[in-house]
């Protein structure tokens, strides 16, 4: 019982103030227009979400950038200002309910039907079980997705960075799938680089007050990948 009265009572992250510990996490709605912008039907469901007494609640993952070429399908598109307007509405909304509002932004490197250049990664390596072998990304393209990240403002209170689960920067994150020999591969300190980074970037363009989080493997569980000392560390 101590530990639920813990839960319920406020809570702080960084400067931002939730009255209860409880969050609901990113969730993909699946609920686009299929163009990359977050439809009505799913700020709808955002918002009632927000209604039932959680301190935080956070919008689907988005990405950043759009590779070219590539449908957006059901995810949701930071790229330009034409997709802030419903994620402004669905935060403006979710404040009314009570509620804080994080978004989370990532990056996708494989996995992405009906392109092979779009695949992209740390290492021109098969990755996972997945039959597409990613181009490796130069320092010049890594440093442009890095001035990407953060880009966008929608009256959002906090932003995570997704970093884990295959994705682009945990790509980079692991020994597994990075095996560059330049400043982003090799050492904890290089693989990393992109990530910090990213959240430098994110700092210098929204403020170092800002909270930041970032959702991150600490153990791969394959072979030569993040274990749990280095994930810790």
């Known amino acids: 019982m ?23 996490s990113a969730m993909d709605l699946r609920s686009t227009d299929g163009h990359g912008h977050m439809s009505p039907e799913a700020v709808t469901s955002f918002v009632e979400r ?9 919008l689907p993952g988005a990405y950043a950038w759009q590779n070219p070429g590539v449908p957006h399908g059901k995810t949701i598109s ?3 200002d034409d997709f802030i307007p419903p994620l402004a509405e669905a935060a403006r909304r979710a404040h009314e309910a009570g509620a804080k509002v994080m978004i989370q932004i990532g990056a996708r490197g494989t996995r992405i039907e009906g392109s092979v250049s779009a695949n992209t990664g740390p290492t021109a390596m098969r990755f996972g079980y997945e039959p597409i072998i990613p181009r490796e990304l130069s320092i010049e ?20 960075i997704h970093a884990c689960t295959g994705k682009l920067l945990s790509m980079f994150l692991s020994p597994y799938s990075n095996h560059r020999t330049d400043i982003y591969g090799g050492s904890t300190e290089n693989r990393t680089r992109f ?29 030569g990948g993040i274990d749990k000392e280095e994930g810790l560390a």
Request: hydrophobic share 40%; aromatic share 4%.
């Open 2 to 24: 101590k530990s639920i009265k813990k839960l319920l009572e406020p809570g702080r992250i960084g400067n931002i103030e939730l009255k209860n510990r409880v969050i609901y």
């Open 50 to 58: 927000a209604k039932h007494g959680v301190g935080l609640v956070s």
């Open 78 to 80: 930071l790229e330009s």
């Open 141 to 160: 393209e890594i440093q442009q997705r890095v001035e990407w990240f953060g880009d966008r403002e929608a009256g959002i209170d906090i932003v995570e």
């Open 195 to 223: 990530l910090r980074e990213v959240i430098a970037n994110m700092k210098k363009k929204a403020g170092d007050d800002y909270p930041l989080s970032v959702r991150l493997t600490v153990n791969d569980l394959v072979p």
